[in-house]
């Protein structure tokens, strides 16, 4: 499907029109639908519960995530921005539109002049102009087409950046919890290891273990204990990262690192089927306005081809009112024709121009629609794989922890050595580690694929 197909009717049928009835010159609109074609499901078979919440966020039962969404819907400043840009545009319209009625300027002026009797004379003059233009040619109409499919676009961003900004912010929520439940862990690390440790240095002490086993104990403690500074330093990033996000200076560490635990998803909104997202998702929407832009714009080039009319008028007066009389009134009418004969081909190639534009927007929606259906099948194979590898790490946690309580009963004993003690308290704690990023993966996927769904971000 090319990119004209969205421009009817022809050029010489327009002429026509306008010419014996004055309607609007150029293309009409045609939204272009499912483009390209799409299936009639997604491909990824994984779907999530479907729960009875307003809003997908609420889904995670997390009333201090809730509370930082809705904060952010409030106070971000990007969102403030693209607001102020809808009024803008919304008065860009009532702009265009008041083309369409007849313009009315009124002067005066006011003058004093001494006579040869020693008086003076007060004089006045005023005068008045109409200009209409009755839109012949159509011109005015795309005009006024094209400014309201950019009103419309505006108010689409609106809805895109509250749906980005609800699932950044959710992210953020997403990466501090984890990053809180990665030092909690750390801590519990760390103690198992110093326990350890302590357990080799007796060992040692009492001439049943060599040196080399306590510096191996050492050394892994050590080396988990260097994973403190990298956390940190993530969880300030993500505590920074949803300041901004929330319109407010830096704050120290906000309500939501308070647990050390990453929220499950319980069920949100169905996530339909690939074409819902043509009418769902807002950055599809703003695709889809700007599209009508440019074929109004097209409509706009093409009227200059047809002839202008504008309606003036004139009227003037003056007096004396110091002698009580009032000058002469003088009033005028005019009617100005503007038809196209000769421009070296600067309208032809203008229409050219705005048509191939038109191309490129309607390129750009196809793009845009490509990578909403890529965004969710992402996140559904997302969300999958890694529900997937979070049950085999909760195996894996049961089987690490009973290998390293056998091992450490072994070493006791002097039945086995540290090192087999060491390897299952690493796999034991890389285990744990990777269980709290794969469900933090999980959580983070469930944020995307609502965002890629363009889930409604307000209240029913």
Known sequence: MSGRSILR?????LASAALLAGCAAGPDYAPPGAVPALAPAYLTDYRPPVGGTDVWWEGFGDPELNAAVERALAGNLTLSAARDRLAAARAAVLAERSDRRPALDLQGGLEASGDTGGGSVLGGTGSGGVLFNPDLNGRLSREIAAAAARARASDYVVADTRRLVAATVAQQVIEIRRSEARLALLEESTDL???TLRIVELRFEAGLSANLDVRRAAA???QTEAQRGVLLLQRAQAVRALS?????TPQPLPEVADKPVIPRFAGGA????PADLLRRRPDI??????LAEAAALVGAEQADLLPALALSGTLSAGDRLAAGLIGDVFGAIGVILDVPILDGGRRRAEIAAARAEADARFREYQQTVLEALRDVENALVAIASYSDRSAR????????EAAFVQSNAL???GLTSLFDVLDAQRQLIGSRQSLIDSDAAIAASVIDLYAAIGAPTDRI
Do not use: M
């Not at 901004?244 to 407010?248: A, I, N, S």
């Not at 169905?270 to 089927?273: A, D, H, L, R, V």
């Open 9 to 13: 009717p022809s050029l010489a049928l």
């Open 393 to 400: 790490l909760r195996d894996a946690i049961r089987q690490s």
């Open 193 to 195: 290891q110093e326990r």
């Open 285 to 290: 929407l703003v695709a889809e306005a700007n």
């Open 411 to 413: 070493y006791r004993e």
């Open 244 to 248: 901004v996000l929330l319109g407010e």
């Open 220 to 222: 892994d403690l050590a």
């Open 270 to 273: 169905p996530t339909g089927i």
